[in-house]
């Protein structure tokens, strides 16, 4: 449907032998909206979309002033609109609860007596299955071939139930399992900055724009392609025709200058940008990369920076169209015609940028000269904890102590059956693997000449580290090949263990048991080295208790040197053949070195090949046999896939919000808390409720495969919920893990134990956190747990932006401190919490906590901030969920 367009800004645009319909920019500028030529370049995507969208209900006149207005209050002032993306990316494990409520909703319309046929994806939607190789097999020639075999074992009845879902959904795609991840499939073939359609039977131009179920979405922000990550809820909206509320964003304009210096790579520059972003504080604001700097960036280099926008917090970070977005589309083989589209009306929106252009306006600004850029290291438990490599020994000495509580110099621990002991600082871990990284080949084949270069000194990788080689796509391994990189990679143990996300997402394997054992006896403060972009505690692997995020070369080098207490920078990394040591500068690429490989071996003629077929899959894929149909034909014995709860017995009104009287507190959670420490990932313990579920239905436990991999199944899931290794509950301080103590019985249990004693006691829940609550991936888990445990409100210091966004969209509250934080209020979790006004509800309002004390009977009282934010976000709260709104509104348009 063509927009009411009320400024009168359609227009017409030939390139080529076709000609194209647009809403022009400049025209709106004409028409009245004064000063769009100076907003940021992603502001003019987000006006454009509006203008686009104008339909006098969810997109009106006021909402085109309000941007425009922009330049005047620089998003401080708050006013809601509606965003319609283009299309929707998702990875398989958070696809496959996506496409479950897809099924589930299917169901719930027959049952209100309306077409399933309505619950169809109205804008396109890829779905790459990236997230489920492990890492089982590693070091060797047949790793690859056997983790694929064992990824199908695994993930059999849910790559049953995509396939059926790619038949069952119109505009649907699933990209099979071992072609790459999503962001850099993204990037490298589905992304064309400027998406077509039809309107009214022509040709339509506009920018293509994304969301995604992964958080890192954002890494095709480098391709000037505005896109973020949401909860699979808002994506199922999104895909379903829903526009997705938000608030008109703050811009961060980051100023780069300057050239990189010998030496340093994309990855340390990463890392100081989030590390100089996450000190600004640019939570729920854009980020905008601008400057002379950007010549000097390659295009894979600025994909490698907004990649990491969840890390330093923004919604984006996001690089404007420039020469460098043009030569990568064609060297990518992008169609020839598209790609002289996109530099026509990228030109004719004024969304172009030159070297010397005048400067955006922006909200604020901050500015990095990339000559002062460093060798660097992130951890050893956060993104934004930037060391300096020739700091990293003696930060990590001292992180023993503070962090870890372990004094350097503990003896080492024999290991059995080997010829060799572990100490503290040993890396048992080390691996290049898939997002931040690999879509860069100038990393990539430094750390291809690196171990070529260790492989001529003779130096070999320590028998204990586990080392392994994810590409994010089939490209990586076609250039490292031809450039003859590949041979001394597989000597040092680099050998391709899958194309996906492997370690990062904790999809690391298991340790060998000798080297587990050991770890785990003497409680070793055993690390990781890894080139992703997440080294959250308890995330790579439960043995590893430090981690590092590291430029893919620096991989190889810890590999080499086997222990965080080497001085890189000044300590010889090992000895060579000659009997001589050898230290990192004799054996480190320089970047003339790397850019010769990459112009000779990184050709348009490998992303051609690859691309030609990639939703075809291999024989495993092919010979996957789905039964057709409307609905889906749920097994009542799968372990993997189960029809979800949330629209049992729904009724075509939503029942009236009911405040929250007498809950019980869950649990009492300190600052920092992320999505992975809520939501269940990476092992299931045989002990843990998850565990006892699966053994239950005689699962083996060396079939329980991963959280991520049984999304699809809420009652894996929910016992999942807040099972976290690492997680600490003040109610059980002296206690690491996932448990609470029930009242007033006091007794010691799983949260979801509690959660469910407190259930069948008719008692509501709440949870209380500091700062940053559900920082990290935007696992939708981490709500829908949330509430199928139970919780009826999450009351914190602050909330990451998507994590607050997926407990709206499950009908959880989210309630803000106005003042102090629960640390004021000496929380035991005896407490009796109620929460009033919820009936007459607005957003942003504030509220007031009760507190019964029940040891001495005295009340506390407190004020919050309601975090629904906007009026469409109060809609979904009062129906119990965005898709329980969704649904309804399909079920009366079907109706009639």
């Not at 620089?74 to 958070?94: C, N």
């Not at 070999?460 to 031809?482: C, E, H, N, R």
């Not at 993997?640 to 709860?645: A, D, I």
């Not at 008692?763 to 888990?781: C, L, N, Q």
Request: glycine share 10%.
């Amino acid at each position: 449907m063509a927009s009411i367009d009320s400024l009168k800004t359609r227009r017409e645009l030939t390139v080529g032998d076709k000609t194209y319909v647009y809403y022009s920019l400049p025209a709106a500028e004409e028409a009245g909206l004064a000063g769009v030529a100076r907003l940021p370049a992603s502001m003019k995507v987000l006006l454009e979309n509006l203008l686009r969208n104008e339909d006098g209900d969810t997109v009106g006149a006021d909402d085109l002033k309000a941007l425009a207005a922009w330049l005047d209050n620089k998003g401080a002032v708050e006013h809601e609109i509606s965003f319609r993306p283009a299309r929707v990316l998702m990875q398989d494990f958070t696809g496959v609860p996506a496409v479950v409520d897809l099924a589930a909703m299917r169901d719930a319309m027959t049952k209100l007596g309306a077409d399933p046929e309505k619950i169809n994806p109205l804008n396109p939607v890829d779905l790459v299955i990236d997230h489920s190789v492990m890492v089982d097999h590693f070091g060797n020639a047949k790793a690859f071939g056997e983790n694929v075999e064992r990824e199908y074992e695994r993930n059999i009845e849910r790559y049953r139930f995509l396939r059926w879902g790619s038949s069952a959904f119109n505009n649907f795609r699933v990209v099979p399992p071992g072609t790459g991840i999503c962001h850099q499939v993204n990037l490298e073939y589905l992304a064309q900055t400027v998406w077509t359609g039809d309107e009214d039977g022509a040709a339509l131009a506009y920018p293509d724009t994304v969301v995604g179920t992964d958080s890192h979405t954002t890494m095709i922000n480098g391709l000037a392609v505005l896109g973020w990550g949401v909860g699979g809820i808002e994506a199922e909206a999104a895909m379903l025709g829903q526009p997705i509320p938000m608030l008109i964003p703050e811009v961060i304009g980051f100023r780069l200058t300057g050239d990189m210096p010998e030496g340093a790579t994309a990855t340390d520059l990463v890392l100081t940008v989030t590390q100089m972003l996450r000190k600004k504080g640019v939570v729920g604001k854009f980020v905008e990369f601008f400057g002379p700097g950007l010549a000097g960036l390659t295009l894979e280099d600025q994909a490698t920076i907004a990649n990491m926008a969840p890390e330093y917090g923004a919604t984006c970070g996001f690089f404007p169209v420039t020469k460098a977005t043009v030569d990568y589309l064609r060297a990518t083989g992008r169609d020839p015609a598209r790609v002289d589209l996109v530099e026509a009306y990228a030109k004719a929106q004024g969304l172009w940028s030159e070297p010397g252009d005048a400067e955006p306006v922006f909200t604020d600004t901050l500015e990095l000269d990339l000559g002062s850029v460093l060798p660097s290291l992130a951890g050893p438990k956060r993104p934004q904890d930037r060391v300096l490599l020739s700091d990293a020994a003696s930060e990590f000495r001292s992180a023993l102590s503070k962090e870890f509580g372990r004094e350097p110099g503990a003896p080492r621990a024999a290991v059995k059956g080997e010829s060799y002991d572990l100490g503290d600082g040993d890396v048992v871990i080390a691996a290049i693997t898939s997002c931040t990284n690999t879509s860069n080949p100038s990393v990539l084949i430094a750390a291809g000449l690196l171990a070529k270069k260790a492989v001529e000194k003779g130096l070999k990788v320590k028998p204990w580290v586990k080392t392994s080689l994810a590409p994010g796509s089939q490209v990586v391994t076609d250039y490292l090949k031809s450039a003859s990189l590949t041979k001394s990679l597989d000597a040092l143990g680099f050998n391709l263990v899958g194309y996906g996300c492997t370690t990062c997402i904790g999809n690391s394997g298991p340790l060998p048991e000798a080297i587990s054992e050991t770890i785990q006896a003497t409680d070793l403060v055993a690390c990781s080295v890894l080139s992703g972009n997440r080294n959250f505690e308890g995330r790579v692997n439960p043995d590893t208790r430090a981690n590092y995020l590291a430029s893919p070369p620096l991989v190889v080098a810890y590999a080499l040197a086997g222990n965080m207490l080497i001085d890189l920078a000044n300590d010889p990394i090992g000895e060579g053949k000659d009997g001589k040591p050898v230290y990192l500068k004799d054996i480190w690429p320089t970047s003339a070195e790397v850019a010769e490989l990459q112009r000779k071996h990184v050709t348009q003629k490998m992303f051609a090949s690859r691309y030609s077929d990639v939703f075809k899959g291999d024989k495993n894929w092919q010979g996957i046999k789905v039964a057709g149909g409307q609905t889906y034909a749920w097994d009542v014995g799968s372990t993997y896939v189960q029809n979800p709860p949330y629209f049992q017995d729904m009724k075509m009104e939503p029942e009236p919000v009911t405040d929250v009287i007498e809950a019980r507190i869950l649990g009492v959670f300190g600052d920092s808390i992320t999505t992975d420490h809520i939501s269940p990932a990476g092992s299931i313990k045989a002990s843990s409720p998850a565990g006892v579920y699966l053994r239950e239905r005689q699962v083996p436990t060396t079939e329980f495969n991963s959280y991520g991999a049984r999304r699809g199944n809420h009652e894996v899931m929910m016992r999942g919920t807040f099972a976290n290794i690492r997680i600490r509950n003040r109610i059980t301080p002296e206690i690491e893990g996932g448990v609470t103590r029930h009242f007033p019985s006091g007794d010691t249990m799983a949260i979801y134990d509690a959660a469910m004693r407190y259930q069948a006691e008719g008692r509501p829940m709440v949870i209380f956190a500091g700062k940053e609550y559900g920082t990290g991936s935007s696992r939708d888990w981490a709500a829908k747990g949330t509430k199928l445990l139970g919780v009826r409100a999450v009351i914190a210091e602050s909330f990451e932006r998507i994590h607050r966004s997926n407990l709206v969209g499950m009908g959880v509250l989210p309630l803000q401190f106005i003042q102090d934080g629960w640390q004021k209020l000496n929380l035991t979790g005896e407490e009796i919490v109620s929460i009033r006004g919820l009936s007459d509800l607005s957003p942003r309002r504030q509220l007031t906590v009760e507190l019964y004390r029940a040891g001495d009977g005295r009340i506390a009282r407190f004020p919050v901030r309601c975090r629904i934010d906007t009026p469409t976000e109060l809609e979904y709260f009062r129906n119990g969920g965005v898709l329980n709104y969704v649904l309804r509104n399909l079920a009366r348009d079907a109706q009639g």
